[in-house]
Every structure is written in structure tokens, then in C-alpha cells.
T-cell receptor, first 116, second 111 residues
Framework: GAGVSQSPSNKVTEKGKDVELRCDPISGHTALYWYRQRLGQGLEFLIYFQGNSAPDKSGLPSDRFSAERTGESVSTLTIQRTQQEDSAVYLCASSFTGTGRGQPQHFGDGTRLSIL | TQLLEQSPQFLSIQEGENLTVYCNSS?????LQWYRQEPGEGPVLLVTVVTGGEVKKLKRLTFQFGDARKDSSLHITAAQPGDTGLYLCAGAQEGFQKLVFGTGTRLLVSP
């Protein structure tokens, strides 16, 4: 399909382990976003990539969280030394350009992360 | 600070009833989007409104952007069980490239 693809769809790991989540955006989309969604809650912005510009990391909750994106392709979100509070669904979205002009965001189905 | 507040947070109604969801802010947005999210899936865009006072209709759903572009509403007529889900508003501010998402309204429509 041509949608945003995230992997894995589910991840269960022990507290203290590192995890890496992957997002494949829609081809041609220059903007990529990561969000966190706790159970029953809305979306919490984490980080935003736009082309080759410096990413907006203002939403990352701690230095245990980091993300990378190679050009306008795949992005990985890494959480080091996971804590139980990190349990959530991590959603990735991409858009044709930044959404300052009302461009829609296209979301993947998320990675459900459970920390034991 | 949550820029976009949605109300109600949760709504449980019977099939055939009408409902309105509100999305309010003290900030001005250049555009506002509404998304619906079903369990186990990512949010899906329903509509984008860009002009103050704009009204858009999508079958039984009516979206309105406030005149001052600070608030929006979503009205559903004759709700159906298929309307069940989490409704999210999201605003784009001039000069900013990321959306601000609302707190969400969880809708349950029972047969």
C-alpha cells in the first residue's frame, strides 16, 4: 500500500531495555511527525522533521528519547532505558509539506509499546 | 499548556440522536482539521477548514470554523454505530509547521 507504515505493530519489553520504532512515510512527503498517545488520551507531539532542516525536538519528554530521519525517507524513534511510563501507542504521520498551510497529516496505525 | 480544548471528553448516545463536539482555544489558527480515530488505527482526516465562518458538510457531519478562527464545532446528525471513535481537532498556527491537537472527544453510539 501507499500509506504510512510503522513497525513493529506491537512491542513488549522489559523495563530498562532500549527500543527502536520505525516509520516509513508516504513517498514524496517531506514532513514527518512522531506522536505519543497514552491509553484513552489525545496525541502528544514528540518531534517533527521537515526536509533537510533541523528537526523540532521540542516535544521529546526526556533525553532518553531520540529520533533520526535519513533525508525524506525512513525515520526511527529510539527510547533508551525504557520506563513503565513509556507504555503507549507511538504514532507516526507524514505530510506533503509542513502543516502550517493546512496540509493533512497521514497517520500510520502506530506501534503499541508495553513496558513490563 | 493545552491550546485546544475539546468538549465533551466523552459522549455516549443512542443511534439516531444528534450531537455536537466543540473545539475551543484562545489562540487564532490559520486552519483547523478534524480527524477520527478508530481503535487500533491511526487518526484519519475528515475535513480541513481555513476561512473564518466556514461551514463544511460531509454527509451527516457538519463542521464549522468560528468567525475569529479560534474555535470549531462538529455536529453529527442521526448518529450511527459506525460513527463511534475518538474525534480530534487539530489547529495550524501561522508561521508554525506543526499541528496542535485537541484533547479529544470519545464518542460511543449504541444500536
Amino acid at each position: 500500500g501507499a500509506g504510512v507504515s510503522q513497525s513493529p505493530s506491537n512491542k513488549v519489553t522489559e523495563k530498562g531495555k532500549d527500543v527502536e520504532l520505525r516509520c516509513d512515510p508516504i513517498s514524496g512527503h517531506t514532513a514527518l511527525y512522531w506522536y505519543r498517545q497514552r491509553l484513552g488520551q489525545g496525541l502528544e507531539f514528540l518531534i517533527y522533521f521537515q526536509g533537510n532542516s533541523a528537526p523540532d525536538k521540542s516535544g521529546l519528554p526526556s533525553d532518553r528519547f531520540s529520533a533520526e530521519r535519513t533525508g525524506e525517507s525512513v525515520s526511527t524513534l529510539t527510547i533508551q532505558r525504557t520506563q513503565q511510563e513509556d507504555s503507549a501507542v507511538y504514532l507516526c504521520a507524514s505530510s506533503f509539506t509542513g502543516t502550517g498551510r493546512g496540509q493533512p497529516q497521514h497517520f500510520g496505525d502506530g506501534t503499541r509499546l508495553s513496558i513490563l | 499548556t493545552q491550546l485546544l480544548e475539546q468538549s465533551p471528553q466523552f459522549l455516549s448516545i443512542q443511534e439516531g440522536e444528534n450531537l455536537t463536539v466543540y473545539c475551543n482555544s484562545s489562540s487564532v489558527f490559520s486552519s483547523l482539521q478534524w480527524y477520527r480515530q478508530e481503535p487500533g488505527e491511526g487518526p484519519v482526516l475528515l475535513v480541513t477548514v481555513v476561512t473564518g465562518g466556514e461551514v463544511k458538510k460531509l454527509k451527516r457531519l457538519t463542521f464549522q470554523f468560528g468567525d475569529a478562527r479560534k474555535d470549531s464545532s462538529l455536529h453529527i446528525t442521526a448518529a450511527q454505530p459506525g460513527d463511534t471513535g475518538l474525534y480530534l481537532c487539530a489547529g495550524a498556527q501561522e508561521g508554525f509547521q506543526k499541528l496542535v491537537f485537541g484533547t479529544g472527544t470519545r464518542l460511543l453510539v449504541s444500536p
